[in-house]
């Protein structure tokens, strides 16, 4: 967004007055704090608490800054609790529902987008059509689906495919790649053709390379999905050899000290916040697109 | 014109196509496309790991019809939705109208109030549920040094849904106010100029160009979060576990304890084809809205 800013509700005139100043800056200093309190400090309750020891931690009166430093419970937590295993659990998931989705749909979208098989557009109104559908109400047919699926006869219970293949398909990517695709110029792609290039080799040396901004924000939601997933790693993964952090932090709960939990949670968050620090733009721009669409 | 070798050609290009196009049709058929049916027809089955499915007729629906949870969780998931929609769409509205004044710390107030959102949820239940605690809790703490009287955050009937409410507020609300803030900076100065100069104030021009320029966005966000918030589960699932004396049990929480305590996928499926048909009324409205637009 410029910062030069268009006029808004307030007029420049109205801004510029003395009081409308004092005003402005009241207005815009309390909302820094309470944002800040609002938000970054429960982060840096949690960031803080894990430094605490137990029995600090238990007090009846919390302490703003830590009495006694106890940083060996982030490497207690990651290392005798075992949540190192469940950190790599969480990070093979992300890893290969990335690689799936990118494989998968951008493959779909591309079919879908240039080579114009018959019935795409019925098969693309399909794939939008449960964008509508509320996942909760598809909850129970998909789990029994995944413990015996249909033409194959496998169980994926206990296995990555059960995050990975149900996270394939997946409208809202079909949906913004197929539009980004849609605006590559046809005659870039006849050009290549006409070197002798196959639909294979035009994707992967005219599309993709073009493509990078929304194969970022594809990547970005990918990952970010498996990794804040709860609910459906919970029911489809049960043996805890297996469960991501997210799932298994909530089963340790009860048994790890409240200190290690603390350490848990913020290892859990980490990868995401410097997601966020380093792809803001793109999060913000996908969130947009998705909820502005046209 | 039309002639064989023609026709075989156009024949290759559409194999060509389907084979990009089949991994994502596939992926589609057996997590989308099937269990939508299935879901629907197992509400007339009864269901179990060990013997073929045997179909009961509207059994499910009438076991449904006569749990008094049945009601209770919709009295409840009404009640949740309620309060969502007076917190969580009024606060991030005004904050969005705030933020769209202020010329400085954009780009801060932007990012934290973004924060939450990319927290995994578990991570922001089990902190809260840590906020919340009635002994070391923060929130108790701090009304204490208020003087203000201690609450029984998640204990007491009365307040227990206000609390997941509050949790549910801070952790999405960001969304919301950056897709706001989107659509407030696409409304054109010149009409605010223009109710200036007709002598309105600022509540004025609030209340009949910000909200009228707004109008389309705030009715999508609003359809989108009923139909969100309908489907709450982890708030209830980790920090009440339905209680106290059933006063948070939603319609997912018990849908989740008819599949995956007791078994039942057949009457849990009777209930995911109630939550449809309801999510399916406000999606039908959504959609006449955007198909509207264009």
Not at chain 1, 8 to 24: C, D, K, Q, S, V
Not at chain 1, 193 to 199: I, K, L, N, T
């Amino acid at each position: 967004m410029p910062e030069s800013r268009e006029r808004t509700l307030i007029a420049p005139a109205e801004m510029n007055r003395r009081t409308g100043r004092f005003l402005y800056w009241f207005v815009l200093c309390s909302t820094v704090l309470g944002f800040t309190l609002a938000f970054v400090f429960p982060l840096y309750w949690m960031a803080g608490g894990a430094l605490k020891s137990s029995s600090e931690l238990a007090d009846q009166n919390p302490t703003l800054i830590p009495h006694s430093w106890h940083p060996e419970s982030y490497s207690e937590a990651w290392a005798n609790v075992g949540l190192s295993d469940y950190f790599l659990n969480t990070l093979l998931l992300a890893a290969g529902a990335w690689l799936t989705q990118l494989l998968v749909d951008v493959a779909a979208a591309y079919a879908l987008s240039k080579l114009r098989p018959a019935l795409g557009n019925i098969v693309l109104g399909m794939m939008l059509a449960t964008l509508m559908l509320p996942v909760s109400a598809l909850l129970v047919p998909t789990y029994l689906t995944v413990t015996d699926v249909p033409l194959f006869g496998v169980n994926l219970i206990n296995t990555p495919w059960a995050i990975w293949l149900p996270a394939c398909a997946n409208a809202f990517n079909i949906f913004i790649l197929k539009r980004f695709f849609d605006q590559i110029p046809t005659e870039l792609l006849d050009s290549a053709r006409m070197d002798g290039a196959g639909p294979l080799r035009v994707l992967v040396s005219v599309v993709l390379p073009l493509s990078r901004p929304v194969l970022a924000v594809v990547s970005i939601f990918a990952v970010v999905g498996v990794w804040k997933d709860f609910l459906w790693p919970l029911l489809v993964l049960p043996d805890p050899a297996r469960q991501p952090i997210t799932v298994a932090l909530n089963r340790l709960a009860e048994f790890m000290p409240a200190n290690q939990l603390l350490a848990g949670m913020v290892m859990a968050s980490i990868p995401l916040l410097v997601i966020f620090l380093i792809f803001q733009r793109h999060i913000i721009a996908g969130l947009t697109a998705g909820s502005l669409k046209g | 014109m039309n002639n064989p070798s023609r026709r075989r050609r156009r024949l290759s290009e559409h194999l060509v196509a389907y084979s990009f196009l089949g991994a994502g049709v596939l992926c589609f058929a057996l997590f989308s496309w099937y269990p939508i049916v299935r879901g629907w027809l197992l509400g007339f089955q009864e269901v179990t790991f060990s013997q073929p499915a045997t179909w009961v007729g509207w059994d499910n629906y009438r076991r449904l019809f006569a749990d008094p949870l049945f009601v209770t969780a919709w009295k409840n998931t009404g009640y949740f939705t309620l309060l969502a929609l007076v917190f969580g769409f009024a606060a991030p509205f005004l904050t969005a109208v705030v933020l769209n004044e202020f010329r400085h710390a954009r780009s801060y107030l932007r990012m934290t109030v973004y924060l939450p959102v990319m927290l995994p949820p578990i991570v922001t239940m089990l902190l809260w549920r840590w906020f919340y605690d009635p002994g070391p809790g923060l929130f108790n703490n701090v009304l204490e040094t208020f003087h203000l009287p201690a609450q029984q955050w998640l204990e007491s009937e009365n307040i227990s849904m206000i609390s997941l409410v509050l949790v549910s507020t801070w952790a999405n609300m960001g969304t919301t106010t950056l897709i706001y803030l989107a659509a407030l900076g696409s409304i054109p100065g010149e009409v605010y100029e223009a109710a200036e100069l007709d002598g309105a104030s600022i509540r004025q021009r609030l209340w009949h160009v910000t909200i009228p320029q707004m109008r389309f966005i705030l009715m999508i966000t609003l359809l989108l979060q009923i139909i969100g918030t309908m489907q709450v589960f982890i708030e209830p699932y980790v920090l009440t576990g339905g209680g106290p004396d059933d006063a948070t049990v939603t319609v997912l929480l018990l849908l989740y304890r008819y599949a995956f305590v007791y078994n039942d996928f057949g009457m849990a499926s009777a209930m995911s084809t109630v939550l449809f048909i309801v999510l399916g009324l406000f999606a039908a409205v959504y959609l006449r809205l955007t198909r509207g637009k264009g």
